[in-house]
């Protein structure tokens, strides 16, 4: 874990460790194609538990997103779209570079891993003012693509979104509606265009209290048994009225 997080920080200076690179969408076809291994997903996947904390749940106020549950292929795109600058996100960048993610199997294990992680259904909500206004948006535009509980579509790359939390849902809604997300789903920018903040507070709001299935959420109390208790990983959540910036998007 050492030596990824070393190489991690040289990336992040300008520092390119050499190694064999695809195209991202060779990457990604590549990855898609060959069978996982979850022991190995669990060694590279420790590089990720630093953010994203060993359970996957990231934080409660959004600063990294819940990735537990998320559909495989959602994480092999978004990896690639991100090593490959199609997805501009400064602080994964270094991370899903050759030189600290690695090749297509590499990908292949970690998305493997990440998609069997029980998802924390106690997420963070919304304000809850305007709930009525954000079902019917929802329905209108979300469901679709997103499902109508938020489970996605692993086959068509549509990201589950139940049970994210909600300053992250909200981050990227404006970020897809401003352009900044450079892989978003073109429907998508189409439908929101003309969304108003309501609209996104109200969508967004209504969107964080879909809950993940029974089936796929950790029992209460449930702690990652790969990982020592004193595994070491960034605070749950910035002290009240830290300023969080944009160091993730």
Request: aromatic share 8%; hydrophobic share 35%; net charge neutral.
């Amino acid at each position: 874990m050492k030596q990824l997080l070393r190489n991690a920080v040289l990336a992040t200076l300008g520092f390119v460790v050499a190694g064999p690179a695809l195209a991202w969408d060779e990457d990604r076809e590549a990855a898609m194609a060959l069978k996982p291994d979850l022991e190995n997903g669990r060694k590279v996947y420790e590089a990720c538990a630093v953010c994203h904390t060993p359970m996957g749940w990231g934080m409660q106020r959004g600063r990294y997103p819940q990735i537990a549950g998320q559909h495989p292929n959602v994480i092999i795109k978004q990896l690639t779209d991100i090593r490959s600058g199609n997805r501009d996100n400064p602080t994964m960048y270094p991370f899903a570079q050759m030189s600290v993610l690695g090749g297509p199997q590499n990908i292949a294990d970690v998305s493997a891993y990440i998609a069997q992680l029980p998802m924390n259904p106690n997420n963070s909500t919304g304000p809850g003012r305007d709930l009525d206004k954000g079902e019917a948006l929802y329905k209108e535009h979300c469901v679709k693509c997103h499902g109508q509980y938020g489970e996605g579509k692993n086959a068509e790359f549509q990201p589950r979104i139940q049970g994210q939390h909600y300053e992250y849902l909200l981050r990227q809604f404006h970020h897809i509606k401003s352009g900044r997300r450079k892989n978003a789903d073109e429907t998508m920018v189409k439908q929101i265009k003309g969304f108003s903040e309501r609209d996104i507070v109200a969508v967004v709001d209504y969107t964080s209290r879909l809950k993940p299935p029974a089936e796929i959420s950790a029992p209460a109390g449930w702690r990652n048994p790969d990982f020592p208790p004193d595994f070491t990983h960034v605070p749950a959540d910035p002290p009240q009225g830290e300023a969080q910036g944009e160091a993730v998007r």
